[in-house]
């Protein structure tokens, strides 16, 4: 039998975020296109490099981009918004990161998560425009590699279907043309590649995972069987992941010669179709047994038992030892980490040694040996040192866990009896505006932090700076005319680092970052041990700011499943229990804060829906238990405290029921990008409790006009009642620059003003 050593794909990031320094001078005009496509070049190199040198046999190629996947494609099949077209003779990189930035009066395109992750994809928009192929960047991937290093990769391609289960401007008439355009070209991008030399080209389809309708089946049959007539000479591999694939009986039998399966997520339901269904001769079988979502090493000796388990089951001549999914998702090496304890060190596999697992499976599998001596023991030892390490059990955490009984998930009183209440207590105006949280983080924030995290000043110093920020920007909220006040958060560098450095039970990397959308990043904590609160978080911050204006100063926290998502979590617990463990800390924090005399808390769940289940039919267990952590955070308030949450990054149409369980008196909601599908959901399903839909997209430093934000308003307030209408951005502002930032508020703030004035329409 025939056995490979491969990944799905691996992070372009690069160790140090090599990639994303380059991008961002190209944008401020610090590197010229030339230079900039020669960074990238270098930097491509380097990572195929890099996997040869870790042992790879098969090395991934096209998994590489310039700022997300799915935007390479729409471009590459010149399915680009008519909008663009009002710029001036664009270059092609012009267009591209238009569509992904915005530029001048044309908005970027929407943005939304890559499936249950913390990754964000640019959603590509038919309009009907003709498709046709502008180059082939997947088959220049393919030659650079080959030329430059010898090295005949395989060429990976987000796969036709998945492409338009995730684009958006199509109904059930429109889809099947999209369809027919994309076939020539996907058959043409194939061709190219089989006559360039590749061998194999791995196409992803992770949405055949999902629950699929019989009519939904038949036209991946349809694709695949066209495609296959269009190159029947091409080797392709459909690769799943983040769960089994649907209808495995049918799906696996797809007329191409491998299916890439994940038997991490999906493990046990794609053992069960294996049993049940066997696996199609003559077809390879790519095997993700190498967790691409988690960071922890794995255990060596279970992944060859369940690799024997599919081997016999598949009968397939041809394996590949595989990641579950692409490796993007975990950091690039704990190699560069020194500040954490060496249990957790010892416990850790981020991409790259996630590659050396994938080689020594691969060559127990062939060999029947082990390329490292002892390396089974040490995996086990390295588990069983983190299992017994006294951070994994906390006494206090488990009694109160255990204490909890249903009226600690449940305010006292009904949102009906509370907004009458709330609303004599806060005399808030029509229409209140608020913002969502933070502030620019400006240079000088950054620099101050860095220096303070370099021990160049003192805590008392950073701590005063932060004061000073504060105390501006309460001023400047004062100026604009804002009706709910925040400090701005300037002593977080992220929301959900910030709590995580003051719980217990978590730890730090240094160099650990992911990419989280185009060249952001984010750097997740690591929660390695039951969690507790030990002291304030937030209060001082808040509370200083409170004491600087007549106005409510909203307390700010990031809420127990946000904390849980955006982190890279302990997998000897159930992540439920971890929930409430967060649930409860932050419960002492909400308390503490109110004790200061903050009267409207908001506690952000913008990862709420990230967190759910790809199939419908397990949505409901998650959810139960996480709007039930959010709600043990916040029931425990007085009647006229104000709960606030808000969302973001992420479809809300199907999720207007979650939203309402978790009881919070106010939601802000980013809907800038997708707000007329927004207020069509709202229409069929209307939400009681109050809510403000984002009047504009912060991702754009694009002021918008007062004309543009009254029009979103307006549409609004046809389906939310006056007195549950809030007015508020989308997100917070921590990315953008000052100047923008208090234009569009301002105008944010008159065309609230303008709404006082009109008569209520409903
Ligand atoms: C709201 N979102 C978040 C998500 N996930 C999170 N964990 N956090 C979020 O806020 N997911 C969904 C959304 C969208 N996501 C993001 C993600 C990332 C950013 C962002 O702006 N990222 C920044 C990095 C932020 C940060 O932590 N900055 C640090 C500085 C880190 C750094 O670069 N240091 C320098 C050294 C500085 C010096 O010495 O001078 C370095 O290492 O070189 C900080 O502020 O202190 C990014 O730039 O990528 C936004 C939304
Ligand atoms: N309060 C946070 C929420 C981001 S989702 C902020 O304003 O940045
Ligand atoms: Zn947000």
Redesign the pocket.
Known sequence: MNVTSTVVGYPYIGAKREWKRTLEKFWKNEITEEQFEAELKNLRINRLKHQKDLGLQFITVGDFTKYDRMLDLATMFNLIPKRYEALENPTANETYYAMARGAKDAVACEMTKWYNTNYHYIVPEYEGQSLTLNGNYILDQFLEAKNELGIIGKPTIIGPYTFVDLAKGYDEKTRAAFFLQLIPLYSQIIKELVTAGADWIQVEEPSLTKSLAEEEILIVEELYKQINEAVPEAKILVQTYFEALTSFERLSRLPVAGIGLDFVHGGKENIKALQNYGFPQNKTLSLGIINGRDIWSANLAEAISTINAVKQLSNAEEIWISSSCNLQHVPVSKKMEENLPQELYDHLAFADEKIREIAEITYYIEKGAWLKEGVVADSLKAIEALAIHPIRKNKVVDDALKLLTAKDFARSVPFSERQQIQKEALQLPDYPTT????FPQSQLVKKTRAAWRKNEISDEQYAQFVKEETARWIQIQEDIGLDVL?HG?FE?TD?VEYFGEHLTGFAFTDFAWVVSYGSRCVKPPIIYGDVEWTHEMTVKEVAEAQQLTNKYVKG?L?GPI?ILNWSFVRNDIPRQEVAYQIGLALRKEVAALEAAGIKII?V?E?ALREGLPLRKENWNEYLTWAVDAFKLATSSVATDTQIHT????CEFNDFIDPIRALDADVISL?TSRSHGELIHSLKANPYELGIGLGVYDIHSPRVPTIEEISHILNESLAVIPKEQFWVNPD????TRQEPETVASLKNMVQAAHKLRQQPATI
């Open positions: 913002t969502i949280g933070s925040v958060e977080r929301m700010m990031t946000t908001q952000d913008p808000h969302m973001c990054y980013e997100c917070g502002l921590k």
